[in-house]
RNA sequence: GCCGGCUUAGCUCAGUUGGUAGAGCACCUGAUUUGUAAUCAGGGGGUCGCGGGUUCGAUCCCUGCAGCCGGCACCA
């Protein structure tokens, strides 16, 4: 006799158990109908699960936090029941649930095309109208097994003999079709109506490229019309900040075929770049640390040393000289660091040593992973070795990720996502070292507060590390910072200090990068400010314009005072009018248009409008300059106005 | 690297069921001297990604390659 407790308190009493559909029919038909699942003592099951004993149920409708992920699920097993009716041998293997939306694998003897997903989505509305009722049912695993090996579905058959024997596996059915699935899901198709699928992809079986490849099919789904409507609308806007986009239009940069990868920076594209070097150089230098520079090209012998030809080798450019040896290109700048410590002879009292340098290095990345400034084959780390003692991992450690969180501060991003990634399969060192790298690192981590996701065997060749992983437009995150502790490197490539009983020692080092790569950095920076980079990173931070001709002498004057001044400015003189002057300038996103007409001449001012069209006024040169200075020194930490 | 798609003017894109191409914006010239997101008129501009094949003829069909786009795999 199950007495049931309702989320307001109220208990209400059964005869006989009854299903979590049968309870919200009698509470009334509304809720009856707006039901999607239940959650019965804390745990989500369909509404076609019969509740026995005593407990606590909440009807889970399109209120419920829970409800968009079931949606989803559900709209998986949809799209693979549309896809298997149309396509008969297609054969499935896993569909889960993404941030805004899912994708399902299928096993098919070609791709499908563009006109086979428009005709699945068709057949997958069709389903939907037909309001099939989904039905759980379980069996022992082995006859599960045995039931999907008999239709021909050994993908799935493969993944249930995975799960461990004694577990019953549930199977969810619509009209003819069923999977395997844990459930819960919508009661019947007719409750999924705000889906579309979006593109079609190649996705390795079980993720690994030795394996054969699937047909993925990715579609989102929401639980009303509008939701969808706005997701795509959402999607739309993004395309607008994409940074290659952008880039073409402020003209920043531009990549051609002869050099896929490597990037050509227009004049106002690299005076970001330089602000951004600018900016890094005087927080290094504040933090203790000393610039260098290490040759681009150095002999293969090097990188055969410190194991990056072994470990690296298939992302390395190699160049012959005429003279028969081999050079490698740098695609890191550790090595080129080693070589300047090891000049001399360090003592334990000079350490920590800190190399910092804005090394060019290249990297031959797989042609499929290149993507606009975000993945490039030659690129710019802001990237430091700090050369330490054991002792000192932590407290530096710590150091590095307090400088490195209050940078990103200063550009606006305060949630940035960190990981812990420790040895990969491909190494160097023994297990020994590895651990205490490893204890190290996260050692530090704690110390410095910072939460971390686990990213298992995810760390360089040489040590384990903390990413720092920055967001795009879209959503997808790239990682930029980057801090490893190498207990390998130094010893491999004979670098040692004295210590205090005038031993020899090796000296642990510190890998770390902060923007990661200046491009993808700016990349992001592009993306995070849609274009409107904050004055004090802007190409352009003002451009003075005149109304007509008489004002010709006025611009040309203050345009000249204000870059003496250190103001990133342009005249505009052309004869056009005001208005579309204004909206030039304000496309090629300029924070700070002047205008000076007869009246401002007279009085020796400049009229201001910022980019968001705000009017300031007007204003004196010097009070212009004093306004700019402060947004310079607020940098990216103001909230930008729309 | 793998799967799919795409590649026409500086940009966004149309087009030719095979007979060597067009729009808008941009650019140039002229007129206009203009007050906070587009003044008007005229003009120039393309070996239709590159190579090979089929054909009387290829931008279009076939094929190889490259680059790009979306995923996957790989990574800052």
Redesign the pocket.
């Known amino acids: 006799m199950p007495a049931i407790t309702l989320p307001d308190g109220s208990t209400r009493q059964y005869d006989e158990p009854v299903t979590v559909a049968a309870v919200a029919a009698s509470i009334g038909a509304g809720l009856a109908k707006a039901a999607l699942a239940g959650r019965v003592d804390g745990e989500l099951v369909d509404t076609s699960y019969v509740i026995a004993r005593d407990a606590r149920l909440e009807i889970v409708t399109d209120k419920d936090s829970a409800a968009l992920e079931i949606i989803r699920h559900s709209t998986a097993h949809l799209l693979a029941q549309a896809v298997q009716s149309l396509f008969p041998d297609a054969q499935v293997t896993i569909g889960p649930v993404i941030e805004d939306g899912f994708y399902y694998d299928f096993a098919y003897k070609r ?1 499908f ?2 006109e086979d997903v428009a005709a699945i989505e068709t057949r997958m509305r069709e389903l939907a109208a037909a309001n099939l009722p989904v039905a759980r049912r379980e069996l022992p695993r082995d006859e599960a097994v045995a039931l999907f090996r008999s239709m021909g579905e050994h993908y799935k058959a493969e993944i249930i003999a995975s799960i461990p024997s004694n577990e019953p596996i549930s199977l969810y059915g619509q009209g003819e079709w069923f999977d395997l699935c844990r459930g819960p899901h919508v009661p019947a198709t007719g409750k999924l109506k705000s889906f579309k699928l979006m ?6 079986w079980r ?3 030795r394996n054969e ?1 699937l ?2 099919i990715y579609g989102t789904a929401w639980l009303h019309d509008k939701d969808l409507k706005d997701y795509l609308h959402r999607l739309e806007e993004a395309e607008k900040r994409d940074h ?1 986009r952008i880039g ?1 239009e402020l003209d920043l940069f531009h ?1 051609q ?1 002869e050099a ?2 490597a990037v050509f920076w227009h004049p106002k594209g690299w005076r970001v770049f330089q602000t951004l070097i600018g900016y890094m150089r005087d927080r290094q230098a504040a933090a203790g640390y000393d610039e260098v520079n290490a040759p681009e090209i150095m002999e293969s012998s090097l990188w055969q040393q410190s194991g990056h030809l072994e470990k690296f080798g298939e992302n390395m450019f190699l160049t012959k000289t005429p003279d028969e040896r081999t050079f490698a290109i740098k695609p890191m700048n550790c090595p080129g660091h080693v070589q300047i410590f090891k000049q001399g002879i360090r003592s334990y009292r000079d350490l920590p040593v800190r190399f910092a340098e804005f090394g060019k290095v290249h ?1 031959y ?8 400034l975000m ?3 030659a ?1 710019t780390q802001d990237d430091a070795h700090v050369f330490i003692t054991e002792e000192q991992i932590t407290a530096e450690s710590v150091r590095m990720i307090e400088l490195l969180l209050s940078i990103y501060r200063d550009f606006g991003f305060d949630d940035v996502q960190v990981k812990f990634a420790d040895r ?1 399969p491909l190494r160097v060192g023994s297990d020994e070292i590895w651990e205490r790298s490893e204890q190290a690192l996260k050692a530090a981590a704690e110390a410095a507060g910072v939460q971390c996701a686990y990213n298992p065997g ?1 760390g ?1 060749f040489y040590g384990p590390k903390l ?1 720092f992983h920055l967001r795009d437009a ?1 959503g ?1 995150t ?3 910072g ?1 801090l490893q502790v190498d207990l390998n490197m130094p010893g491999r490539l004979g670098a040692y200090y004295i210590d205090e009983h005038s031993q020899k020692k090796t000296p642990v080092m510190l890998h770390r ?1 902060i923007f ?2 200046l ?2 950095f700016l990349g992001i920076l592009l993306e995070h400010y849609a274009g409107r980079l904050p004055p004090w990173l802007a190409p352009t931070q003002a451009v003075v314009m005149g ?3 008489r004002q010709h002498d006025y611009v040309a004057a203050v345009t000249e005072m204000l870059k003496n001044q250190g103001v990133r400015a342009t005249s505009d003189l052309r ?6 002057k ?2 030039e300038h ?2 090629q996103r300029v924070p700070y ?1 002047l ?1 000076a ?4 001449v007279a009085a020796n001012l400049l ?1 201001v ?1 910022t980019l968001s ?1 705000k ?1 300031l006024g007007t204003l004196t040169v010097t009070a212009f300059v004093s306004r700019l200075q402060a947004d310079v020194e607020r940098r990216g930490r103001t909230v930008l106005e729309e």
């Open positions: 791709p095309t563009p593109k079609v992809a190649g996705a390795y993720g690994d490229s490849m047909q993925r290659r073409r990549f075929e896929p990868g990297r990345e797989p042609s499929g992973a290149l993507h606009g993945r490039v084959r690129f990969p995810e360089a990413e879209i997808r790239w990682q930029c980057t990068a990661g790569s491009e993808r109304i007509t001709d004869n056009e009018k005001l208005g579309f204004i909206r304000t496309l248009l205008v007409g007869d009246k401002e009229s409008r069209g009017d």
